[in-house]
């Protein structure tokens, strides 16, 4: 069965620090990816996907994701963090012909001013 | 409207009721999606519309729940006999089609405590 890993449950950083966030998927043809946050009493927005093309993609707030096809990797990576980045990410996986998302876990980010 | 709209926004049932959850996709949205976020976990996938027909369903967890979808529109999630585990933030979703790279939008949730 498609599944989602996100290797961090909770990351503690100081603003200013650089943030990884891992995610890897389990599913051997094509997939679309996505990032999304949910900040604190705030519903889930997307942050940034990827369907095709430079596997680069920037999003919105300074955030950016790399997909990696031989290691089944859509890391997210921003370097410098805020306060204000403060929520839970989620990798999600749509593999192809699929309707559905498929969520990781989560990940709690917590950023000290 | 300008996102999907859900109601009721939390709702305290009582162990055995019934609960009734409301979905209004954004305009124009043919596919919807319920998703179940618990305590600590991650989001669970319930079930997947197109227009008014639900091709998967897998995520159901068990007959106490069912859910419809009229005029390509409005969705209701049907919660029977409610048990305390059911506690959890109700999550719809609309999109375009999906397999096209559209985009899956979501609503703020329906939180449901079940004491």
């Known amino acids: 069965a498609q599944s989602v890993s996100q290797h961090n449950h909770h990351v503690i950083l100081s603003e200013a620090a650089s943030l990884e966030l891992g995610c890897n998927y389990s599913?051997?043809?094509?997939?679309?990816l996505f990032w999304y946050v949910q900040y604190p009493g705030q519903h889930l927005q997307l942050l940034l996907k990827?369907?095709?093309?430079?596997?680069l993609v920037k999003g919105i707030k300074g955030f950016e994701a790399e997909f990696i096809k031989s290691k089944f990797s859509f890391n997210l990576r921003k370097p410098s963090v805020q306060w204000s980045d403060t929520a839970e990410y989620f990798c999600?996986?749509?593999?192809?012909?699929?309707?559905?998302?498929?969520f990781g876990a989560g990940t709690r980010l917590a950023v000290h001013p | 409207g300008a996102g999907v709209s859900q109601s009721p926004s939390n709702k305290v049932t009582e162990k055995g009721k019934d609960v009734e959850l409301r979905c209004d996709p954004i305009s124009g949205h043919t596919a919807l999606y319920w998703y179940r976020q618990s305590l600590g976990q991650g989001l669970e996938f319930l079930i997947y519309?197109?227009?008014?027909?639900?091709?998967?369903k897998s995520g159901l967890p068990s007959d106490r729940f069912s859910a419809e979808r009229t005029g390509g529109s409005v969705s209701t999630l049907t919660i029977q006999r409610t048990q305390q585990e059911d506690s959890a933030v109700y999550l719809c979703?609309?999109?375009?089609?999906?397999?096209?790279?559209?985009?899956?939008?979501f609503g703020e949730g329906s939180w449901l405590t079940v004491v």
């Open positions: 999600a996986v749509n593999p192809g012909g699929y309707n559905k998302l498929i």
């Open positions: 990827y369907f095709s093309g430079d596997p």
């Open positions: 599913y051997g043809g094509t997939v679309n």
């Open positions: 979703a609309s999109s375009f089609p999906q397999g096209q790279g559209n985009t899956i939008y």
């Open positions: 519309f197109q227009g008014n027909s639900a091709p998967d």
